[in-house]
């Protein structure tokens, strides 16, 4: 911990964070710092990344127009979610940036105030009304159906958009921790022939170290994208 | 009629609520990316946007399993 006993006290994740910044500011100063029409090898891999976004996500997901105006908090979400996610898996940091609920939560916080602002400035009126009494429903079923949708669109969407990523991180740390504490156990501890079973758990520990790259990118992915199709949801036009 | 303790169980059964919280989320992830690989094998050029859409899905139907674990930090604390 770094200034304990300050207001100012930072834990390890606090600065894994603050590493984790600095490192995104750095590679894509140096990125797009000194931009050529032929793009040389590291341009052509950060416009690769930032091409992802905006084609696959923010184009595909809310169209050419829209998809412009809100595609630098989907970037901004993308890279940061993936920066933060692979610390995960680089060794001495070992841990996810994401991986306690401040960050998700913040993230998800930011995600609900923008839908909710973009559908309330495009429908003003009809906004609240499409989301909470749906057309074509016969009347008595509102009685049902409105706080149905108030839960689910209000209460349990923004909910499950943090513990998504915070769960999977979380997870992932742990399964990590019991892999290469089980391999220190039965190296070291175990008696005889118990000390076998340690060659599976770091094998176990390595391949999972492998997948948690998977899930960190993946997650991000999914982060960003209901992202998007919430806002899509939140611009759609209603009939 | 007397009544005898066959088996007795100690600890707290919340220790397999995570595994039951799973199978629901379990299943249906296998239901979207099984469909998906069908799509997929009846129409091979739709095979990015069915992608996203598995994704969307996924991510959606996942989200219980999610909640269960969660819901042991929440009534722990």
Known sequence: MLFAGTPFELNRIMLIRILVAAVIMVVFWLGTRNMKIVPGRGQSLIEMGLDFVRVGIAEDLLGKKDGRRFLPILTTFFFMIVAMNLTGSVPLLNVAGTSVIGMPLLLAAIAYVTWIYAGLRKHPGAFLRNALVPRGVPWPLYIIVTPIEILSTFIVRPVTHTLRLLMNMIVGHLLLVLFFLATSFFFFEAPGLFKFFGIGTLAFGFVFTLFELLVAVLQAYVFTILTAVYLQLALADEH | ?77
């Open chain 2, 1 to 77: 009629m007397d009544t005898t303790t066959v088996a007795a169980l100690s600890g707290n059964i919340a220790t397999i609520g995570y595994g039951l919280a799973a199978i629901g989320p379990a299943i249906g992830v296998g239901i979207v990316v099984g469909k998906t690989i069908e799509s997929v094998a009846r129409q091979p050029e739709l095979q990015g946007r069915l992608t996203v859409l598995m994704y969307i899905g996924i991510a959606f139907t996942e989200a219980l399993a999610f909640i269960g674990i969660a819901t042991y930090y929440i009534f722990t604390a």
